[in-house]
């Protein structure tokens, strides 16, 4: 006689068979996933088999859906890049370089009114697991972008002559209203890609960008060709970019009262916003420099050299911009570092065939974007150079992140601060020396500290890998083919040739964006 088992026997029982079914099925999903890298051996560890199939996914998401935002955020990019001749036509000269020095007081003061909070805003979010403190911090930094602005509106008459704004006073207070809503805009850019809200995204950032140039072009043409009347249109296009992202974002006003989460956002945001004002240092300290050596036309030469060559930058840190969520929202320590790492080596990949196509273009850009006198057959070395420094921006932008979601705030500014110095100390040897050349060869110096410095930085150095042999190789074979070309002349037929070479890398660039996505080799 079979005697029947309790029933607790027969759920352990079921616990068992269901626990034996789920391991079955884990090793059958084991066995036919493919490899991240090749640290894949037979003794390797669950644990190291999540770690890759979650870089695999984080890989996936970098290099697929992440690109969207990187695509809408290089408009600026491209807009700028259009927009520039056609003001410079329609405008006196004059009025075209305080509109450029307005522009850039109003990106300085933007970084202090922004105050690192939508990096805050976005780790918050990450931590939390929600939205309602990060809201909170949007509704803090509307706040401070307000403060920020009004205080410089105020004290217009007490610094605007210094800074060279002699009689300009009406197009400083257009530019400071612009910095308010701007900055509000950033906040809530920040918060909808941590959301992964790509359509309100795009028409808010579309709109704050291409928008004011648009506004500003018509206002040109219909009210009067000056600085101050361009600039009402980025003032136009920011305040309703401003208006759909806070109806987007939704801040909440009781964040103004969480004063421990206030405190925590700032003591990581201030650091960050000061670093960002090295950043302006690191980037314009060598045009400064050149100005004070070689003459102002040696400064407008070096600077068409420097927008083909830096463009890689620019769309680099646009790059960051769109993958810092994705970073905060993975909260385990090795699988993040390791996704750093994979994202880093697959950035290198792509950079290979980049390179290679800007400096084989220069010569074909150059001639467009600057007339004969700038003698631009000579600043084709001095692109290439300057777009070399991308592979030290993808090392910094992957321990950057790392930094920034350990809330290493502070380490960020002071190693920025360091790079900003390194760089104005590396202009005064090598440009007197070098000429253009050694002014772009400071800016790939100054990165190159800048990446050694935060790694030095990161608390755990310990499973931290540089790129092997096969991601570096390519790369190294990429420049030399670029370094070659500078020497072949720039006639008609080697023209033709570079053209050809530029069509060349565009299927090996979309080779190695197909691989990234798929999170392998």
Request: glycine fraction near 8%; charged fraction near 15%.
């Given at each position: 006689?079979?005697?029947?088992?309790?029933?607790?026997?027969?759920?352990?029982?079921?616990?068992?068979?269901?626990?034996?079914?789920?391991?079955?099925?884990?090793?059958?999903?084991?066995?036919?996933?493919?490899?991240?890298?090749?640290?894949?051996?037979?003794?390797?560890?669950?644990?190291?088999?999540?770690?890759?199939?979650?870089?695999?996914?984080?890989?996936?998401?970098?290099?697929?859906?992440?690109?969207?935002?990187?695509?809408?955020?290089?408009?600026?990019?491209?807009?700028?890049?259009?927009?520039?001749?056609?003001?410079?036509?329609?405008?006196?000269?004059?009025?075209?370089?305080?509109?450029?020095?307005?522009?850039?007081?109003?990106?300085?003061?933007?970084?202090?009114?922004?105050?690192?909070?939508?990096?805050?805003?976005?780790?918050?979010?990450?931590?939390?697991?929600?939205?309602?403190?990060?809201?909170?911090?949007?509704?803090?930094?509307?706040?401070?972008?307000?403060?920020?602005?009004?205080?410089?509106?105020?004290?217009?008459?007490?610094?605007?002559?210094?800074?060279?704004?002699?009689?300009?006073?009406?197009?400083?207070?257009?530019?400071?209203?612009?910095?308010?809503?701007?900055?509000?805009?950033?906040?809530?850019?920040?918060?909808?890609?941590?959301?992964?809200?790509?359509?309100?995204?795009?028409?808010?950032?579309?709109?704050?960008?291409?928008?004011?140039?648009?506004?500003?072009?018509?206002?040109?043409?219909?009210?009067?060709?000056?600085?101050?009347?361009?600039?009402?249109?980025?003032?136009?296009?920011?305040?309703?970019?401003?208006?759909?992202?806070?109806?987007?974002?939704?801040?909440?006003?009781?964040?103004?009262?969480?004063?421990?989460?206030?405190?925590?956002?700032?003591?990581?945001?201030?650091?960050?916003?000061?670093?960002?004002?090295?950043?302006?240092?690191?980037?314009?300290?060598?045009?400064?420099?050149?100005q004070r050596i070689l003459g102002p036309e040696e400064v407008a030469r070096y600077q068409i050299a420097y927008?083909?060559?830096?463009?890689?930058?620019?769309?680099?840190?646009?790059?960051?911009?769109?993958?810092?969520?994705?970073?905060?929202?993975?909260?385990?320590?090795?699988?993040?570092?390791?996704?750093?790492?994979?994202?880093?080596?697959?950035?290198?990949?792509?950079?290979?065939?980049?390179?290679?196509?800007?400096?084989?273009?220069?010569?074909?850009?150059?001639?467009?974007?600057?007339?004969?006198?700038?003698?631009?057959?000579?600043?084709?070395?001095?692109?290439?150079?300057?777009?070399?420094?991308?592979?030290?921006?993808?090392?910094?932008?992957?321990?950057?992140?790392?930094?920034?979601?350990?809330?290493?705030?502070?380490?960020?500014?002071?190693?920025?601060?360091?790079?900003?110095?390194?760089?104005?100390?590396?202009?005064?040897?090598?440009?007197?020396?070098?000429?253009?050349?050694?002014?772009?060869?400071?800016?790939?110096?100054?990165?190159?500290?800048?990446?050694?410095?935060?790694?030095?930085?990161?608390?755990?150095?310990?499973?931290?890998?540089?790129?092997?042999?096969?991601?570096?190789?390519?790369?190294?074979?990429?420049?030399?083919?670029?370094?070659?070309?500078?020497?072949?002349?720039?006639?008609?037929?080697?023209?033709?040739?570079?053209?050809a070479g530029v069509v060349a890398c565009l299927p090996w660039f979309v080779r190695r964006l197909r691989a990234?996505?798929?999170?392998?080799?």
């Amino acid at each position: 006689m079979t005697v029947p088992p309790s029933t607790g026997s027969v759920a352990t029982t079921r616990r068992q068979a269901r626990a034996a079914r789920e391991a079955q099925e884990l090793r059958a999903t084991r066995r036919g996933r493919s490899t991240v890298d090749a640290d894949t051996a037979p003794g390797s560890t669950s644990a190291d088999t999540d770690d890759r199939a979650t870089v695999r996914k984080g890989s996936s998401v970098l290099f697929g859906r992440g690109l969207l935002y990187v695509v809408v955020w290089s408009m600026q990019l491209v807009v700028s890049s259009l927009i520039s001749p056609v003001l410079a036509h329609l405008m006196p000269p004059a009025e075209f370089g305080v509109l450029a020095s307005a522009i850039a007081l109003y990106q300085a003061l933007g970084v202090l009114a922004v105050a690192g909070l939508d990096q805050a805003a976005v780790l918050q979010r990450a931590e939390d697991g929600d939205d309602r403190r990060a809201r909170g911090l949007l509704a803090v930094g509307m706040l401070t972008a307000t403060v920020v602005a009004l205080v410089a509106i105020g004290t217009i008459p007490l610094w605007a002559d210094a800074a060279g704004f002699v009689g300009n006073h009406p197009l400083l207070l257009v530019a400071v209203l612009w910095t308010g809503p701007a900055a509000i805009v950033q906040l809530s850019l920040a918060l909808l890609v941590a959301q992964d809200r790509i359509r309100v995204f795009a028409v808010t950032s579309l709109l704050s960008s291409v928008g004011g140039s648009i506004i500003g072009l018509v206002l040109l043409e219909l009210v009067h060709a000056d600085a101050t009347t361009y600039a009402w249109g980025g003032v136009v296009a920011q305040g309703v970019a401003m208006v759909i992202g806070i109806v987007a974002v939704r801040p909440r006003l009781s964040g103004l009262l969480d004063r421990r989460t206030t405190a925590r956002a700032f003591r990581l945001g201030v650091p960050i916003a000061l670093g960002n004002l090295s950043y302006f240092v690191l980037n314009a300290g060598d045009r400064i420099v050149v100005q004070r050596i070689l003459g102002p036309e040696e400064v407008a030469r070096y600077q068409i050299a420097y927008v083909v060559g830096s463009a890689v930058i620019l769309l680099l840190t646009f790059t960051n911009q769109a993958w810092a969520p994705h970073f905060a929202a993975l909260r385990d320590a090795a699988a993040r570092r390791r996704l750093a790492m994979h994202s880093r080596d697959e950035l290198y990949r792509m950079l290979a065939p980049v390179l290679l196509a800007v400096t084989l273009a220069s010569p074909v850009a150059l001639p467009i974007l600057a007339p004969a006198s700038y003698r631009v057959q000579e600043l084709s070395v001095v692109v290439l150079v300057v777009a070399v420094t991308a592979l030290p921006v993808v090392a910094s932008g992957a321990t950057g992140r790392l930094l920034v979601v350990e809330r290493r705030g502070v380490a960020v500014g002071v190693i920025a601060a360091v790079a900003g110095a390194v760089n104005i100390g590396a202009n005064l040897v090598l440009v007197p020396w070098l000429g253009l050349v050694g002014a772009a060869v400071s800016t790939v110096v100054a990165y190159a500290v800048l990446a050694a410095l935060q790694l030095a930085a990161l608390p755990d150095r310990r499973e931290w890998r540089g790129p092997g042999l096969r991601v570096v190789l390519p790369v190294v074979l990429a420049l030399a083919v670029a370094a070659g070309s500078l020497l072949v002349p720039q006639d008609v037929f080697w023209n033709v040739v570079r053209a050809a070479g530029v069509v060349a890398c565009l299927p090996w660039f979309v080779r190695r964006l197909r691989a990234a996505r798929g999170g392998t080799s």
